[in-house]
């Protein structure tokens, strides 16, 4: 790494260990390391705008063997392991600096690396209910299986937990994410465009002192950003532990 970037990460270093309410904000970036694919890159998954329909409302009710086909085939990544980043923001948040981790990722790496306080803008891949009955199972319920998974208790269809299109993103995790944001000194915001709401509302939200934007690409909010680096979030962050 050039001398100003290492210069810049011991600044945030600096900020971060004498902050009072740190938050980290991630998008798919985070998890690429760990093999999961940005779906949203220009040869991700939803470039191809067909794809969307087989992750929809619509799909899962109007052709379900369709949804769990794609769904089982492209969203489940059993392989994966926490990467770094993962692993560092357990570290820092264990070490009472992390308040809260907000990821628009549905993978579950987070909690995997020792993450306690994770909120799922998305839903996880790694829980699934009842549409008739509500009753809860484990990921594995749908994600090991073939056809259209059944409810052992009534018989109905279970989904995975997770926000597909058409439908709204769970109220109780926007009505969480926002209060940590509203507490935040510090923002650190990592892979993700921030092109897409509500990942766009909640950096315009943040009303602390010190936003951190760690990505590749540009984004809307780098002007407003304290830092802004375009280097590999698990190299930045083992240098911030």
Known sequence: MEKYVLEQIEKIREILYKSSHAVFFGGAGVSTDSGIPDFRSSSGLYSEQSNEYYL???CLF???QKFFEF???N????DAKPNKTHLALAELENKGIIKAVITQNIDGLHQAAGSGTVIELHGTVNRSYCMNCKKVFRGEYING???IPVCDSCGGMVRPDVTLY???LDGFSIYEAAGHIDSADVLIVGGTSL????AAGFVQDFKGENLIIINRDPTPFDRKAQFVLR???SEVFSMLL
């Open 56 to 58: 929809s409302r619509s």
């Open 62 to 64: 109007d052709e379900p």
């Open 71 to 73: 769904y089982r085939k």
């Open 75 to 78: 969203m489940i990544f059993p």
């Open 145 to 147: 299986g073939t056809g």
């Open 166 to 168: 058409e439908e709204n």
């Open 195 to 198: 092109r897409v709401f509500p």
């Open 231 to 233: 280097e590999s979030l």
